[in-house]
């Protein structure tokens, strides 16, 4: 067996990591791609390589030679590699074909070791290494049959993305037998080079191999294993974050704040969602006005601000809507004015949008994070505070207020001149949440002080589409508000989604009730595991002390089994601490969770 590297292109789309360097001299986590794959592919025992250079060819032979692996190697060249594609690299090399079992590779590729090894015991000769299609994947796409034989070769004029389900992209690594390539593969190569030029894909013949009625290649699906074609610095960044180690595979993840479709083998215990809404219904209605959506503008502000109104039942000049609670947390943090008392531990966001030196904490001492309105009455009477911030359910603890002792610390807020936020992004999971909202005219018009926050992100199951608004009658603060938003905060989707919310709501609050049945039945597997203390909550998440490890332990040993959970030692009121948070999801992501766990 031989290996032969295609390692000619410039690779342009890399900016300036390939102004002087061919692609495969990118570092992946400080090893250049090549090092990597030569000594996979040594330590496989093949020691033949064949590598086509041409773009800073002396350069990449320069380093090779630096490099201490076993293998001999030969050096072709492709002196056209500006105006060729790999088609020409490969027919450069034909001859080596002709000689010899080969495994043939992109040399833009990063791969886990054991593909290497999967495609060398798999008994059939000639084999073409796929994966299942994800949609930010470009390139070579087939359909294959039960026997794993290709049956088509997808074009980009054929593709149709209603049926992504049933393709699968080429990993660009061969395996070819020696007979395969002087019967099938090399005639072709030549056939075609010959008719179409230089400036095809070598993929092109194998798509004419496979109408043939005997094409002797089939397809190994790779399944699980992890692999990443680098094209851009978007793909490099993504391909670090695959293959770091267990700590920095963690912390990049962590670092990306979402995105993790990108990733489908992670299921996602970390961000918090309603894991039963939207609905299949809602969501064909968005889908089947899509193409209009992404073509027209969406309302201004004010327009939004009237769906915002619409779909929680309050008075429009009441409302603002933003992109995400978040934008609207960092105007209403910016306009705060004084000290502002916090919950610690608590959702970062409000203080990360405040000076440290004007907040004034209050840390629940209890072992369960558990804190009541008198506790926070009694803590801050003596204080100097203009502002007091309460997240009803709090984030991470899930603690929750009762709505009668929210309103008895309203009162006392008010009474002493202070501006109450509650933010209720997580109130709809509670149980009773059709009374414990504070989001009601009467409400917010008793109390002007009162400015409550929610994301629609949340417990509405939407976070893609990044809604959130703040409700208050103080019109000043309202006016302030609506004047720091830009006028097109939000996109059309979204607009879309409050417009049509109204005709789901009984759906909605259906879903709820079972995502609060689930999570009940959920804490009492937890509850099971030896090593992890439950917290009660009221949220869509329990917050967990764990005992016997550190918390940063366990969730790099779940990472291992791509699921991804939230360390919060390093959070503010966990020093010393070893706390994680666990998203609850539907039933079978939670049992996978409780299987894994038991694992550990």
């Not at 926050?453 to 703040?470: A, D, F, N, Q, T």
């Amino acid at each position: 067996m031989q290996a032969i590297i295609l390692a000619a292109g410039m690779g342009k789309r890399l900016g300036d990591l390939t102004k002087d360097n061919t692609k495969c001299m990118i570092k992946v986590n400080g090893v250049t791609l090549i090092e990597r794959m030569l000594q996979q592919i040594t330590h496989q025992g093949i020691r033949k390589i064949i590598m086509v250079v041409g773009f800073r060819s002396e350069r990449l032979k320069s380093f090779i030679a630096t490099l201490s692996y076993k293998y001999d190697i030969e050096y072709v060249e492709n002196p056209v590699y500006e105006t060729t594609n790999n088609i020409y690299s490969l027919y450069l090399a034909k001859d080596y074909l002709l000689k010899d079992d080969t495994l043939l590779f992109e040399s833009d590729l990063i791969f886990e070791d054991k593909l290497i090894e999967e495609i060398l015991v798999h008994p059939y000769p000639n084999l073409a290494l796929v994966a299942k299609f994800e949609s930010w994947m470009d390139g070579t796409v087939v359909t294959l049959d039960d026997e794993q034989n290709i049956v088509k070769f997808i074009t980009k004029e054929s593709f149709v993305f209603e049926e992504i389900t049933s393709y699968f992209k080429t990993v660009n690594i061969y395996k070819f037998s020696k007979e395969f390539s002087d019967t099938r593969y090399v005639p072709f190569l030549e056939a075609y080079s010959k008719a179409l030029g230089n400036n095809e894909y070598y993929e092109q013949v194998l798509k004419v191999i496979a109408l043939l009625d005997q094409p002797d290649i089939k397809a190994l699906d790779i399944r699980n294993l992890s692999w990443y074609e680098i094209d851009d610095i978007q793909d490099l960044n993504i391909a670090e974050s695959i293959f770091a180690d267990e700590e920095s595979r963690l912390i990049k993840l962590q670092q990306r704040y979402g995105g993790y479709w990108r990733y489908p083998h992670i299921i996602d215990f970390c961000y918090l969602v309603n894991p039963y809404f939207p609905n299949k219904k809602l969501l064909s209605e968005i889908k089947a006005n899509f193409e209009r959506l992404l073509i027209e503008y969406p309302s201004g502000l004010a327009i939004n601000n009237l769906l915002a109104a619409k779909y929680f039942w309050i008075k429009p000049e009441y409302v603002c809507v933003g992109n995400g609670a978040a934008e609207l947390i960092k105007s209403l943090m910016n306009i705060t004015e004084g000290k502002v008392g916090i919950n610690y531990p608590t959702f970062e966001e409000y203080p990360n949008r405040y000076s440290t030196d004007r907040i004034i904490r209050y840390t629940a001492t209890k072992t369960d994070f558990h804190y009541t309105a008198d506790n926070l009455m009694q803590y801050y009477e003596d204080k100097d505070i203009s502002c007091l911030l309460l997240i009803n359910p709090d984030n991470p603890s899930g603690n929750f207020i009762p709505k009668h002792d929210v309103i008895r610390l309203l009162n006392w807020t008010q009474d002493n001149n202070i501006r109450m936020i509650v933010d209720e992004s997580f109130v709809d999971f509670s149980e009773n949440f059709e009374q414990n909202s504070l989001l009601k005219d009467e409400v917010l018009e008793k109390y002007k002080n009162l400015v409550v926050v929610k994301s629609i992100s949340k417990s509405y199951g939407v976070p893609g589409l990044r809604l959130g608004i703040v409700a208050s009658s103080d019109l000043e603060l309202m006016a302030l508000l609506k004047n720091d938003i830009s006028i097109w905060n939000i996109n059309s989707f979204a607009e879309f989604y409050m417009q049509i919310y109204g005709k789901y709501e009984q759906n909605y609050k259906t879903a709820c009730r079972i995502f609060v049945a689930e999570r009940e039945r959920f804490r009492k597997q937890l509850s099971q595991i030896s090593f992890l203390r439950v917290i009660p909550s009221q949220a869509n998440y329990f917050l967990c002390e764990v005992i016997g490890r550190t918390a940063g332990t366990l969730t790099r040993e779940l990472l291992k089994h791509n699921i991804l959970i939230k360390d919060c030692s390093g959070k503010h009121g966990f020093e010393n601490k070893e706390y994680v948070r666990i998203a609850v999801r539907n039933t079978i992501d939670n049992d996978l969770l409780i299987e894994k766990l038991r694992l550990l």
